[in-house]
């Protein structure tokens, strides 16, 4: 151990502030650091009073370790790098540098502060050579932070950086304090064996792991950030002929590269050099989790450093990294548009040439959305498998430009939005490995998860574009609709496309869709609902992604083709006979009093109190029992599950009420309760077995004929598909009869 102070160290070595350490933070504005600056300032001044006669302020131990380096001519030289004090001597170098420069001390003098710099940032290391050869007028009106802000060396995205704008922030501190106490001849005080202001330095040997005895030694400061640890540790991993490579671009293009991505950002929650070391970190765990994947590289311990050394401890995949970063650094660079000409994402800006973004959040530059949310450990990743898949292709693309990418990149797209239920993260190396086979024309292999009822899509709309290349744009433009998002085998690919599209898109306008209207429409026309399984169908509810889910074939459903076909028939019509004539049909009556003529009649049918339903309805026998059925508020009978033909009687008489899980229908008038059950002829009137005066009333209206034996109102039929007459009104008149009896106490 050593004492010192700062122009001794710097008379006999370099001081080079390493890449494991954050940036310069006494500069900060925040009010603590302020606070801390004040006070830290206000002590050096005391010390270079010309009335202070106390003992010299000891700024505590300042730890490090020694380098070697050799210049161009042969010469070595010994460079300390702190482990702890880069805060302190970076505040020491700026006090020595304005003293030096205020009182015109000599030439070799000044220039021995170019022997202090930053390896952590290259513009904070450009900055320290600038400012070590700038002379600016002290005294002058206008201040030092002022003057260098001025200067033509001064790029004005500096001032962005955290670490030059907090040296700037300490000098003009500095200065205003120096004029506050009126220090005068100060350099005498910080130079030479009396100096006023030492350390003590601690020079440690090389230990392997330096960054983890700074973080035991510095516990009471500021710890490493997740990007300082990252750095130290990745350039001893990966082999030794690329950690040169990896040193020199991670602090100079790469680093620029996520720069130019925060550069703009209005939001200054979080410290500017922060987000971007977390979008670098952001890019590799992308990048890595993509290498595991696609190699099937099992992960016993997920630490990141862990993986770290399992993933890159092969030359093949650094490299591949590399090529990554290198790949963006180049199209940022010449073609920074290219995400712009590839996608698009409001309809309006419809382009048969670009592919349409349907992702949560969805960015035209994936490449910094990757960036900016990537997450791996988040079990839903604001960059969704979707888009990691197409960021995937794009990055393929720049490396190879291949052929006919932008028809395959739509492929993907495609192929991506119709297999939801398998573009999962289990499936992630076989997914990139379908991606790469779709982008070089190769068959998919047996185990693709993508959909085979798609992939066969995919096959005809090419055939149909082949030979009809104008039908290219209507084809794209479906493909682009939100409610098909790729899938169009709904419509029909055939030669009739291009006519069916347009009905379709003036049908099911994006800007304003009245789909209970449509429903009603196509049931007029016939049964489009699909098959869940378990007796459960369902209809289009007022969701697009109900209809978009209905439009999309599936082996899990039952019914696409029956829906398709009703579709392809309203469609039609309207082409014959025109919209505005036939979009009138959904207010009026099914001749035919079958399920589908109360579904069209009857809002209980379609919602639950104004709210809308998921469109799940139950059968336990569809063909034979239509009538029997439960309309459910979610897709399951966990929820909310009504009789339809029940709500739609207790939402019109006040005497009714109707619990929310598949309960009969309660009847009040006064003390006389009925429940009220409904089968697929009949509705079936009872009551509670110790209710003496309801089941005695109940007698009554048996033995007066209002219902007939065993309290049934039949339900007169022309087959079980049908009634001869609306069973709800039926229902609703029998029990006015009785309320009228009950009032009129004609019944003794």
């Known amino acids: 151990m050593i004492t010192k102070d700062f122009m001794s160290l710097l008379r006999e070595q370099k001081v080079v502030i390493p890449q494991i350490q954050r940036d310069y933070a006494q500069g900060r504005t925040t009010d603590e650091v302020t606070r801390i600056r004040d006070r830290f300032l206000d002590k050096l001044c005391e010390v270079l009073q010309d009335s202070y006669q106390g003992e010299p302020l000891k700024l505590d131990f300042i730890y490090g370790y020694i380098t070697k380096d050799e210049s161009d001519a042969g010469k070595t030289h010994t460079i300390f790098k702190p482990l702890d004090g880069q805060q302190r001597l970076t505040t020491l170098f700026l006090l020595h540098w304005f003293v030096a420069v205020k009182e015109g001390r000599a030439e070799d003098e000044i220039n021995l502060f170019s022997n202090f710099s930053y390896a952590t940032r290259a513009k904070s290391r450009s900055f320290c050579e600038k400012l070590v050869r700038f002379r600016p007028q002290v005294d002058s009106v206008e201040s030092v932070k002022k003057q260098i802000e001025d200067q033509p060396w001064f790029f004005l995205s500096w001032a962005s950086d955290p670490t030059i704008s ?18 005068q001849n100060v350099w005498p005080k910080l130079t030479g064996e009396n100096s006023s202001i030492i350390f003590h330095l601690l020079h440690m040997d090389d230990l392997g792991l330096p960054e983890d005895l700074y973080i035991k030694m510095n516990s009471r400061g500021k710890p490493l950030t997740q990007f300082e640890h990252f750095k130290a540790q990745f350039s001893r991993i990966v082999p030794s002929e690329l950690s040169d490579e990896f040193n020199k671009k991670i602090d100079k293009e790469w680093s620029d590269l996520f720069w130019g991505i925060h550069e703009n950002d209005s939001d200054n929650s979080e410290d500017m050099a922060h987000r971007v070391d977390n979008s670098f970190l952001n890019f590799y765990n992308f990048v890595t989790d993509l290498i595991i994947a696609t190699k099937g590289i099992d992960l016993a311990n997920t630490y990141w450093l862990t993986v770290a ?14 090529k990554c970063l290198d790949t963006f650094v180049t199209q940022q660079k010449d073609t920074p548009t290219y995400f712009d000409q590839l ?23 994936i490449f910094q959305k990757c960036a900016r949310v990537y997450r791996q450990d988040e079990r839903r990743n604001p960059f969704s498998i979707g888009e ?30 119709s297999s939801e239920d398998q573009v999962r993260k289990e499936y992630l190396g076989i997914l990139f490995n379908d991606v790469n086979d779709i982008l070089h024309n190769k068959p998919l292999s047996g185990r693709s998860r993508f959909s085979k009822h798609q992939f066969e899509e995919e096959s005809l709309k090419q055939s149909l574009i082949q030979r009809s290349n104008d039908k290219k744009a209507a ?9 098909l998002r790729g899938s169009i085998s709904i419509l029909g690919i055939n030669d009739s496309i291009t006519d069916i599209g347009e009905s379709f898109n003036a049908t099911f306008s994006e800007s304003s869709c009245d789909y209970y209207s449509i429903s009603l429409n196509l049931l007029f026309i016939g049964d489009y609902s699909q098959g869940y399984g378990g007796g459960r169908r369902r209809l289009g509810n007022g969701n697009a992604s109900t209809w978009r889910e209905l439009f999309t074939r599936s082996e899990k459903r039952s019914g696409f083709e029956k829906t398709k076909e009703v579709l392809s028939a309203y469609l039609r019509k309207i082409l014959n006979e025109g919209h505005d ?10 001749a035919v009093i079958d399920w589908r003529y109360y579904y069209c009649k009857y809002k209980s049918f379609r919602k639950w109190n104004g709210q809308t339903t998921d469109g799940f309805y139950h059968w336990k026998d569809f063909q034979h029992k239509p009538f029997e059925c439960f309309m459910m508020f979610a897709s399951n009978f966990i929820g909310r599950h009504w009789n339809p033909f029940l709500l739609e009687i207790s939402s019109q008489n006040n005497n009714c009420s109707l619990e929310r899980y598949g309960n009969n229908l309660h009847v009040r008038f006064g003390q006389v309760m009925f429940i009220i059950a409904m089968k697929n002829d009949r509705f ?44 709800i009104e039926q229902c609703l008149s029998v029990l006015k009869k009785i309320e009228e009896l009950i009032i009129k106490k004609e019944i003794p």
Not at 166 to 183: H, Q, R, T, Y
């Open 475 to 483: 084809i794209h433009r479906l493909e682009d609709h939100d409610l």
């Open 388 to 417: 990691q898949l197409l960021f995937y292709a794009c990055m393929i693309n720049l490396q190879e430009d291949l052929e006919r990418f932008p028809e395959n990149l739509r492929k993907v797209r495609n192929l991506i939005a």
């Open 684 to 727: 079936e009137f009872t009551c509670l077995e110790e209710d003496t005066e309801s089941n005695d009333w109940l007698n009554k209206c048996i033995e007066q004929g209002i219902l007939a034996g065993e309290g049934i109102l039949h339900i007169e039929q022309i087959n079980d598909l049908e009634d001869k007459a609306d069973r």
């Open 166 to 183: 907090g040296m700037l922030v300490m000098l003009d501190s500095i200065e205003s304090k120096f004029k506050e106490n009126n220090l």
């Open 581 to 590: 004539n036939h979009s009138n049909s959904a207010g009026a009556e099914r």
């Open 309 to 322: 050394e399992l993933v890159y401890s092969r030359k093949e995949n650094v490299m591949f990294l590399f």
């Open 343 to 365: 996608f698009y994402i409001n309809k309006d800006e419809f382009s048969p040439d670009k592919v349409r973004l349907f992702f949560n959040s969805p960015q035209t530059n």
